[in-house]
């Protein structure tokens, strides 16, 4: 019964991983390009991220939930505008999509991977051109030795681009081939585990040293194959 107990949560927690790795994908949890995102460690639930963009402008920003401090309670966003000479505020990101994210080459981190954020805006319209939205693009540049934070923003007419360094914009895992093998081919995995178990029901007991090297050597190179 032991091994048995074992081989049904080997079997729960690996399925129970695909699931949540592959249905993740918008939040503070994201699966692309082979690679896995947790951005959570990079929410801010006290305070919003500010970038001074020049000309009085400030930036205010969070990353996976939405600001602490809007512009006012009926407009809430992920990122505002707002000029301290006129008290000017917008809001510059209601939102963003699956499509929202891209995984780029770092051009200046020796070509690492990057991630991108492209933030929608439905809820007002530029200072400078009232016929056009703002455009707000959060590049999520890894450093793992880095400390602290590190954010420098730009602004150019409509279009607002951020740089944002720490080491918590680093990929957590990177699966490759064989996390899409499992990914493409969870019916025959299950199968496949679905018969071990069954084997392991009955034979377990009286084969307890085998079961359990074969179900440590799944469980181990499972490890292998996620880290």
């Known amino acids: 019964m032991k091994a048995l107990s074992l081989s049904q949560l080997i079997f729960i927690l690996l399925f129970t991983y695909i699931h949540t790795f592959s249905d993740q994908l918008i939040g503070c949890a994201l699966y692309i390009n082979n690679s896995f995102y947790d951005l959570k460690n990079l929410s801010n639930f006290d305070s919003d991220y500010e970038a001074d963009l020049g000309n009085y402008n400030k930036l205010k920003f969070n990353l996976c939930y939405q600001l602490n401090q809007p512009c006012s309670k009926n407009s809430p966003g992920y990122a505002l505008i707002n000029n301290t000479n006129t008290s ?3 809001i510059v990101a209601s939102g963003y999509e699956k499509n929202s994210f891209l995984l780029v080459n770092d051009t200046y981190n020796n070509s690492q991977p990057m991630l991108q954020i492209h933030y929608q805006n439905y809820s007002s319209t530029c200072a400078d051109n009232p016929l056009l939205n703002y455009s707000l693009l959060i590049n999520l540049h890894c450093n793992s030795s880095l400390f602290q934070n590190k954010i420098t923003g730009l602004k150019s ?7 944002f360094t720490s080491s918590n914009a680093c990929s957590k895992l990177s ?9 493409k081919d969870k019916i025959a995995l299950s199968i496949i585990m679905i018969i071990i178990c069954t084997g392991v029901a009955f034979f377990g007991q009286r084969l307890f040293k085998p079961t359990i090297f074969l179900l440590t050597t799944i469980g181990v190179a499972f490890l292998i194959i996620v880290y």
């Open 175 to 183: 699966i490759g081939i064989l996390w899409e093998i499992l990914e």
């Open 88 to 90: 000017n505020c917008r």
């Open 157 to 163: 007419g409509c279009n607002i681009n951020i740089d």
